[in-house]
């Protein structure tokens, strides 16, 4: 593809480029005129200033991350084929990790396709284009995953917040199929997902095996889950035998769906679900002596840029303060964060912290992050960024 526009980078711009990051930032290219009148999304050659070719990539003159690596080859065709190739590669690892086609497919920069996320329910796809060049490339990514395993649903959840940051619209859209309802089974239960109402994608994969080591502590005891969604902790719990799950989020629509997922089990009767804000409600449940012999929390991330770092240490540690005040003697406390803003140590702080000011002895039982169908690129440690700590409290 000798005829590719020819990005380089400026004098000193390649340090973080030729160890290997994926990205390259507006800063650290050689910009000019024309490079800034290229379409955003477009395929390009990239160069150091020292002539050493560093592949094809994406590139957007009007984004802070200017370029985002795609192959190694200068001359890769990133057409239908190289797509289906890429994305056949990740199908056949996550085959090899489950059983089930229930997963994260593509798990962007980490699988080799920047700024693209594919959740597999089965038969059907949520997908989401967070960059220009994956907004472009969405035929040739439709065309692949027909041609892998022909879905029956395909919907473009292209509402992330981070689009705008390329210059994007937020939008949902049905891309293939005539509606926007799927199914997620997990642990053997099944969950109504709605590709078009729910949130991100409509099921947290990520915290799968997470579920299933809460579940362990929780036959024939009280559970608290908070920040349901669609009550995946909740039901994972009362499927292990919880006397009494409580389910607390502000969506009526995924309390709804959690619900039905909870008759469909068979055991609606130990699940009661509270619409609320899940902050102010645990501050009344605390107030009122209530007492749960497990207790979950997985908010969504406090952090949206790194600015809001320090409020949302200040967050998780309100958060891990409430909710240990919640646990009774002898119980467990499993708290989250999906803040890639916050770093894995800082958030063991604030928890740390807040468990103290609950007054609360505490032993870390484990540390996790979320399963392996979301890779983490090694030069992007950011991408590590779901956190979780399982706590005993005395």
């Given at each position: 593809?000798?005829?590719?526009?020819?990005?380089?980078?400026?004098?000193?711009?390649?340090?973080?480029?030729?160890?290997?990051?994926?990205?390259?930032?507006?800063?650290?290219?050689?910009?000019?005129?024309?490079?800034?009148?290229?379409?955003?999304?477009?395929?390009v050659r990239l160069e150091g200033d020292d002539g050493q070719k560093h592949g094809a990539w994406?590139?957007?003159?009007?984004?802070?991350?200017?370029?985002?690596?795609?192959?190694?080859?200068?001359?890769?065709?990133?057409?239908?084929?190289?797509?289906?190739?890429?994305?056949?590669?990740?199908?056949?690892?996550?085959?090899?990790?489950?059983?089930?086609?229930?997963?994260?497919?593509?798990?962007?920069?980490?699988?080799?396709?920047?700024?693209?996320?594919?959740?597999?329910?089965?038969?059907?796809?949520?997908?989401?284009?967070?960059?220009?060049?994956?907004?472009?490339?969405?035929?040739?990514?439709?065309?692949?995953?027909?041609?892998?395993?022909?879905?029956?649903?395909?919907?473009?959840?292209?509402?992330?917040?981070?689009?705008?940051?390329?210059?994007?619209?937020?939008?949902?859209?049905?891309?293939?199929?005539?509606?926007?309802?799927?199914?997620?089974?997990?642990?053997?239960?099944?969950?109504?997902?709605?590709?078009?109402?729910?949130?991100?994608?409509?099921?947290?994969?990520?915290?799968?095996?997470?579920?299933?080591?809460?579940?362990?502590?929780?036959?024939?005891?009280?559970?608290?889950?908070?920040?349901?969604?669609?009550?995946?902790?909740?039901?994972?719990?009362?499927?292990?035998?919880?006397?009494?799950?409580?389910?607390?989020?502000?969506?009526?629509?995924?309390?709804?769906?959690?619900?039905?997922?909870?008759?469909?089990?068979?055991?609606?009767?130990?699940?009661?679900?509270?619409?609320?804000?899940?902050?102010?409600?645990?501050?009344?449940?605390?107030?009122?002596?209530?007492?749960?012999?497990?207790?979950?929390?997985?908010p969504p991330a406090f952090a949206k840029t790194r600015k809001d770092q320090p409020a949302a240490?200040?967050?998780?540690?309100?958060?891990?303060?409430?909710?240990?005040?919640?646990?009774?003697?002898?119980?467990?406390?499993?708290?989250?964060?999906?803040?890639?803003?916050?770093?894995?140590?800082?958030?063991?702080?604030?928890?740390?912290?807040?468990?103290?000011?609950?007054?609360?002895?505490?032993?870390?039982?484990?540390?996790?992050?979320?399963?392996?169908?979301?890779?983490?690129?090694?030069?992007?440690?950011?991408?590590?960024?779901?956190?979780?700590?399982?706590?005993?409290?005395?």
């Amino acid at each position: 593809m000798t005829d590719r526009p020819l990005i380089r980078l400026a004098p000193g711009g390649d340090r973080r480029v030729k160890a290997g990051h994926p990205w390259a930032f507006s800063n650290e290219i050689a910009m000019s005129p024309a490079l800034r009148a290229l379409p955003p999304g477009i395929v390009v050659r990239l160069e150091g200033d020292d002539g050493q070719k560093h592949g094809a990539w994406h590139f957007n003159p009007h984004s802070l991350i200017a370029a985002r690596r795609l192959d190694a080859s200068p001359d890769a065709a990133c057409d239908a084929a190289w797509y289906r190739a890429r994305i056949g590669a990740c199908l056949a690892l996550r085959d090899r990790m489950f059983d089930t086609p229930f997963y994260r497919l593509v798990h962007a920069e980490a699988d080799g396709l920047p700024g693209l996320i594919i959740d597999r329910y089965g038969d059907s796809v949520a997908m989401q284009a967070n960059t220009a060049g994956m907004e472009a490339a969405t035929p040739h990514i439709l065309a692949a995953l027909r041609d892998l395993f022909d879905p029956r649903l395909v919907v473009a959840r292209n509402d992330s917040a981070v689009r705008k940051l390329e210059g994007m619209e937020e939008a949902v859209t049905l891309l293939h199929g005539s509606d926007g309802t799927a199914t997620v089974e997990e642990s053997g239960l099944r969950f109504p997902v709605d590709l078009l109402g729910g949130q991100k994608t409509g099921w947290f994969f990520d915290q799968r095996a997470n579920r299933a080591m809460v579940a362990r502590f929780c036959a024939g005891r009280t559970m608290l889950d908070a920040f349901c969604h669609t009550g995946g902790f909740g039901l994972a719990a009362a499927a292990a035998g919880a006397r009494e799950v409580t389910l607390l989020d502000r969506s009526e629509h995924a309390l709804d769906l959690a619900m039905q997922a909870a008759r469909l089990a068979g055991f609606g009767d130990r699940v009661t679900a509270l619409k609320a804000e899940a902050l102010d409600h645990l501050e009344k449940m605390a107030a009122s002596g209530r007492r749960f012999e497990v207790v979950v929390t997985d908010p969504p991330a406090f952090a949206k840029t790194r600015k809001d770092q320090p409020a949302a240490l200040r967050g998780y540690a309100k958060l891990a303060r409430l909710a240990a005040g919640l646990v009774s003697p002898d119980g467990i406390l499993f708290i989250a964060s999906c803040s890639h803003h916050v770093a894995p140590p800082d958030f063991a702080e604030a928890v740390t912290w807040g468990v103290h000011k609950a007054r609360r002895e505490a032993r870390i039982l484990a540390s996790v992050g979320a399963g392996p169908d979301h890779p983490v690129h090694p030069a992007l440690p950011e991408s590590a960024y779901l956190k979780g700590l399982l706590l005993h409290l005395a």
